[in-house]
Structure formats: C-alpha cells, structure tokens
C-alpha cells in the first residue's frame, strides 16, 4: 500500500532481524548507505513500558540546570539584536541598497532567514518553559516562555494549555489537538487537482504563509470543538474559567509586540518595520509549520481511534527528521522529537543523548527520517492527504492519497 512513497522517501527500515544494528547508527550521520525497503511502525502495544524507557536513559538527561538555559537564550538576545543594529543602521541607511530594488530584495532574503532562524528558537525556547523543562523553576519558565513566545507572536499561555493536550492525545484521530488527519470522505474533490508540481508549489507556498496564523486565530488545522475556538479568546471552549485570565495575559503580550512593531513603522516608516520585523516573522512561521507538520506526519506512522489509542502508542507515533545543520540551529527539536513526546520535560541539550539510550528499547517503534526536509516537505503533502482505516487491523489509521 505504501509502495508509492520509495522514490521520495529514505527510510531506515527496523525489521526485528536488523533492529539492534540500526539502533546504533548516529543520529547526526547522512544516508550515504543504500536505501532499504520502508516499513510501517508496529501499532500494537509495545513490549515495553515508559518505565522501561526511562531507566535506559542516563539520569543526567532529566536534570534541568537554569543556568545552562538561560546561555542559550543570552546567545540568542545578542545574535537578535546585533542583526536588529546591522539591518536598521547599516543595511537600511545603505545608498546601494536604497538605489536598488534587487539588492533590497537579497538584503531582505538573507536577513529575514537569518533574523527569522533567531526568532524560531526564541520559539523553542518559549516551547520548552511551556513544559517546565527550561528550569526547575515554574515561575521562571513562565516569564521566558511569555516573553520569548510573545515576540513571535504566540500566545504563551493559551498555546501551552493547547499543547499540552496535544501531547496527552497524540495520535488519537478524535481528540488529537494540532493537525487533525482528514478522513477521504471529508477530503474535498479540489485535492484531486492539487496534484501537479504547479498546484503543489501554491499550496506549500499558501500554507507556510497562513498555517501558523490561521491556526492561532480560528484552530485551522485543530481539533473540532462545538463552537468558535481561537487561541485569542478567553471564552474559547479550548480554555477553562480559571484560564482565562492568563489567556488575557497572552493576549496583551501579543498586542504589545504589535505596538512596538507599530511604532517602528511610525518612526522609521512602514518599509523599515517589514524589513525589520515582517520578513522575519513571515520566515520564522515558515520554519514552524515545516518542523510541526514534518514530525507527525507520515505515512509510515499511525493514528487510532478510540478502540486503540492508548498514550504510549500514541507518543510514539511520531518520526525524527534530519534538518542538517538546522537540527542545532533549533535546539535539537526536529531530530529528538519522539524523546520530547516521551519526556516533554527534558531540556532539549539532552535529548540527543538520551534518544541514543533508549533507541535499542524502542526497536521497531522508533523511526527516523534522513531525507532533506524540503524534499520530505514536497512528498508529505502529496502522500498524506487523508488517513484510511487498516483493512486488517479496525481502530488503526495510516495516511493515503489515492482517489
């Protein structure tokens, strides 16, 4: 069923003959070895428990030290406002640049991927306080992730009580949080035309574009509640009443970056704070929904309904990607996504190592990915349009896109 996929697909295959030689291959290494033959995941339930998992895991990993963290957010501070001073006192002010569209355009290019790579591990970092695995401080981690995430434009607080729930019903086709799979009778006859390089460049284009907004402001891509359902409202039905206030909180933090950014257009003019801000920002959602979508969606992976879901089952339904040098420049994230799902408060400087320690655990159910993202990107979106139910297995969903 899944034959389609090995042309742009590079798998690392775990059949039980091989799975204590995969399981030490480095994770930093490339696909320099010959492509083996794809295999799904196993869905039933696992030989072993998180129990299991966690005792192969060095103690260390579980430590979360403020100070470490803290130095990866002062290297980041800097880096921003260094390119922040290049860009608004030397890029800007540059008569080259100000006689010529094409070297403001490439001056844009370069600074917005630069500045909006900061700005996404900004992001990082506000996601790792929202799990408490910043420090062992709550109130610390609150304060970093509110004002990390707000700069991005992220509701702290409402994005940390959504996601929570999304790692305590990953995989689940019901009560997933992020990024409901589509059943084929819910697909819309459009998708059938959507096939062709032209359409799919559209679509990549339109969804790095609004994907992250969208979903912030009306739940595109969320889980279906009975009425309107927005990260901004305090009365969402995604929030309860002892939530709203802080809601209210992330919402003011929001509004005061746009303040900010709407001072800038005022002093500076309105091309300045898109230069400064705009690109960045429209960059960095990029990022976001490239990793986020890349991580949980596969066709090697599965989804259950209610009769099979179970939260181990459902955390580990979940694929490591290789993003090459990106893997550092956000903080370990796409590569060590199943250890973040397993341990949601380990600090991303271990979760290397300990991904290493309990691959051999794992076995079958760990998967990882070394194509390039960008290809994995192009291929996804064209193989996973909807989940359809095994015809061997009831309550077990893979994703398919034929017609």
Known sequence: ??????????????????????????????????????????????????????????????????????????????????????AANYILTSELVQSSKLYLVTAGIIYSVLQGLILARFWVIGHECGHNAFSEYQWLDDTVGFITHSVVLFPYFSFKYSHHRHHSRTGSLEEEEFDVPLLKSQVSFIFKYLKNPVARVLVIALVLVVAVPLYLLVNFRGRTYDRFASHFDPYSPMFSRKQRAQVLLSDAGCFAVIY??????????????????????????????????????????????????????????????DFGILNTVFHQQPNTHVAHHLFPKMPHYHAVEATKAFKPILGDYYQYD???????????????????????NKGVYWYNNKF
């Open 1 to 86: 069923m899944c034959l389609y996929i090995q042309a742009d697909f590079k798998y690392i295959n775990h059949n039980n003959s091989e799975s204590r030689h995969c399981s030490k291959i480095n994770m930093e290494q490339k696909s320099n070895s010959p492509v083996k033959r794809a295999s799904r995941s196993p869905h039933v339930k696992p030989p072993f428990t998180l129990s299991d998992v966690k005792k192969a895991v060095p103690p260390h990993c579980f430590e979360r030290s403020a100070i470490r963290s803290l130095s990866y957010l002062v290297f980041d501070v800097i880096i921003l406002f260094s390119l922040y001073h290049i």
């Open 260 to 321: 900010a950014v709407y001072k800038l257009a005022m002093l500076k003019g309105f091309a300045s704070a898109a230069f400064i801000y705009g690109g960045p920002y429209l960059f960095t959602n990029a990022m976001l929904i490239i990793v986020a979508v890349l991580q949980h969606t596969n066709p090697l992976v599965p989804y259950y309904d209610h009769s099979e879901w179970e939260w181990l089952k459902g955390s580990m339904a979940t694929i490591d990607r």
């Open 370 to 392: 070394f194509t390039p993202f960008y290809k994995s990107l192009w291929t996804t979106l064209n193989d996973c349009v909807y989940v359809e139910e095994d015809e061997k």
